[in-house]
């Protein structure tokens, strides 16, 4: 996805609290690779945009900015390979974080449109890879 319609899907959600773990609240786990480490920042990065946007009133340039830091994880996630299944969990981690985003732009759930069983299979494959990984 764009960083254009990463900014639009994150506009709409802006209207709605996220529960969240701020970013810097995440401690490397004891023999974890720093592609793991970079996959579960971005993945707790990117749910903490929204609330700490609000709250200190960003402007579009920090909200790019900070948007820009996500992206950058998640192209590294594409172009390395995954060396050990606690990489493999974070990527499928920040994988579904990313496309439960786009899938589910609305923090409302009857503002979203129902999945179709393609989405739905995606949804239960990433999930199914982070539990049988963790």
């Known amino acids: 996805m764009s960083a254009a319609t990463r900014r639009a899907a994150l506009g709409a959600i802006l209207a709605a609290p996220l529960a969240s773990v701020p970013a810097e609240a995440i401690v490397p786990a004891p023999g974890q690779s720093d592609l793991a480490h970079a996959c579960e920042w971005a993945s707790d990065h990117w749910h903490s ?27 590294r996630a594409l172009a390395e390979p995954s060396a050990t299944l606690a990489d493999l969990k974070a990527k499928a981690r920040l994988c579904l974080t990313d496309f439960e985003a786009h899938a589910f732009p609305f923090r409302n759930p009857e503002d979203n449109s129902e999945p179709d069983d393609g989405t739905k299979m995606v949804l239960m494959v990433l999930r199914e890879v982070i539990k049988l990984c963790a």
């Open 49 to 75: 945009i929204s609330p700490r946007c609000r709250a200190e009133n960003w402007d579009d340039d920090k909200l790019d900015a900070e948007m820009d830091l996500y992206d950058e994880v998640f192209e």
